[in-house]
């Protein structure tokens, strides 16, 4: 037989063995007296391989005997149809054939180069764990040396430039071990796992009373091993440490998504933020997700607050941005403020912002709810505005008209915002800066008292 068929059948041996091992939990429900004829069957075809490998070697010191004897045999006296130098070719086939012969002989038992101790982490993935994964690359590399178009140097352990079976057996040693408990990985830097988790509620949203709220975690990443699930109704924090008062918790988790069916009630109106921890092997993630359960008997929208947040006689960008900023806040929380609570539910949501939105561009004295509302005056009076010349050329034209209807509605901190557009110095483009530029429209600044 043929030595690599030999070797590949050793390899298959091995990967088998740890398959075996690997899957014992699947397979534990077979009993010892099962596995006998099994084993004795391997055991035989270990025998007759070793027996196979006896004559290969036995051949081959035989073959290296005779060469040596051939060697010995050579005239080297010169004949007169035999050259000195076609004397020392011949030597020199004999040696390269015994070279040969040799390095072939040391692929089946090779001579070890260096201690166990300075050979490379057998976790050739950097996963952290020596597993199936590291034992099938290595034998998949099996029998390649330095130069050949499959050598691979991280599955050559030993460093000797030819992947054997040494390096297929000092991975196999180490199945199923952590890098951290092995000398030859100190110091290699490990691949750590990756976990991460996304939340969806079913219903994510409805009227007091909202009851059997669905959690629903998707988890991905690298890491391996079961999976723990904590599902809480409403914790705010991004912190990973399970604590008390989850709505579920389930340990063990084999199939994702994973659903925690009617975990929440809510029996009052707010922003409530659901939450999953999920724990796998060494690593933690988690994820929030709003609910937002309205009361039952919302207020008609003539009951609603004046839209126009900063009472200026106008509702513009500066009413839009102060409710957004306070989204997502309930009476009691540090951001609340309940100027931007227009409804009066106690509770700043898409609601608040929609109405103050719709009035959007609208002077307040077109709108009911604002009737009776007491308009603050403007901050300074418009002889106090800067130069409506905002481009300098001397004229108010068009140039200056455009350049200011660009940036309304932008605010001191966004992107677009243009201090030279915002003549009236309150931090943001509106309407008022607008009409105040367009007001003077093909006027020359010699006649404008702002500009001189």
């Known amino acids: 037989m043929n030595f690599r068929k030999v070797i590949l059948i050793i390899t298959s041996l091995v990967i088998l063995v740890g398959i075996l091992i690997n899957n014992a939990p699947l397979i534990k429900a077979i009993t010892i007296d099962d596995l006998v004829p099994q084993i004795t069957s391997l055991q035989n075809q270990i025998n007759q391989i070793k027996k196979q490998l006896a004559e290969i070697e036995k051949t081959a010191n035989s073959l290296a005997e005779s060469i040596s004897q051939l060697t010995k045999k050579v005239v080297v006296t010169p004949q007169p149809e035999t050259t000195v130098e076609s004397i020392k070719k011949q030597i020199s086939s004999v040696s390269e054939a015994i070279s040969q012969l040799t390095q072939e002989l040391q692929k089946i038992s090779p001579t070890p180069t260096k201690p166990e101790t300075e050979y490379k982490c057998p976790d050739l993935n950097l996963d952290g764990l020596v597993d199936m994964k590291d034992i099938r690359f290595v034998s998949e590399k099996i029998n390649t040396c330095l130069g050949n178009i499959d050598y691979d140097p991280k599955a050559d352990v030993n460093g000797d430039n030819c992947i054997t079976m040494t390096d297929v057996t000092y991975v196999s040693k180490y199945f199923g071990k952590e890098t951290t408990g092995i000398t030859q990985c100190t110091g290699a830097v490990v691949k750590l796992p990756t976990l991460s988790v996304a939340i969806s509620a079913k219903p994510s949203s409805g009227t007091v009373p909202l ?35 989850w709505c579920e918790k389930k340990d063990g988790v084999s199939q994702v998504p994973y659903t925690a069916t009617d975990c929440c009630n809510f029996s009052s109106a707010g922003i409530y933020t659901a ?72 509770c700043i949501t898409m609601t608040d912002v929609n109405y103050v939105s719709k009035y959007f561009g609208k002077g307040t004295t077109g709108i009911t709810q604002c009737a009776g509302v007491v308009i603050k005056p403007p901050t300074k009076p418009e002889s106090e505005y800067k130069c409506p010349d905002l481009i300098l050329d001397g004229i108010i034209d068009m140039k200056d008209v455009r350049l200011v209807s660009s940036k309304v509605n932008t605010c001191l901190g966004d992107l677009n915002y243009d201090p030279k557009a915002d003549v009236d110095g309150d931090n943001c483009i509106t309407m008022t800066d607008v009409n105040y530029v367009s007001k003077y429209f093909g006027q020359s600044t010699s006649g404008i008292e702002q500009c001189k």
């Open 211 to 245: 009851t059997g709220v669905d959690l629903t975690a998707n988890i991905s990443g690298t890491a391996t091993g079961p999976i723990n699930c904590t599902f809480y109704c409403n914790r705010t924090d991004a912190g990973t440490n399970i604590t008390s008062g």
């Open 275 to 346: 939450k999953i921890i999920v724990e796998r092997g060494t690593s933690q993630a988690e994820a929030r997700i709003s609910i937002q359960v309205n009361p039952t008997n919302p207020k008609p929208e003539s009951e609603y607050k004046c839209p126009d947040l900063n009472l200026d006689g106008l509702v513009d960008m500066k009413d839009i941005r102060f409710v957004s900023e306070k989204i997502n806040t309930c009476l009691g929380d540090l951001n609340y403020d309940p100027k931007a609570d227009v409804d009066g539910d106690n």
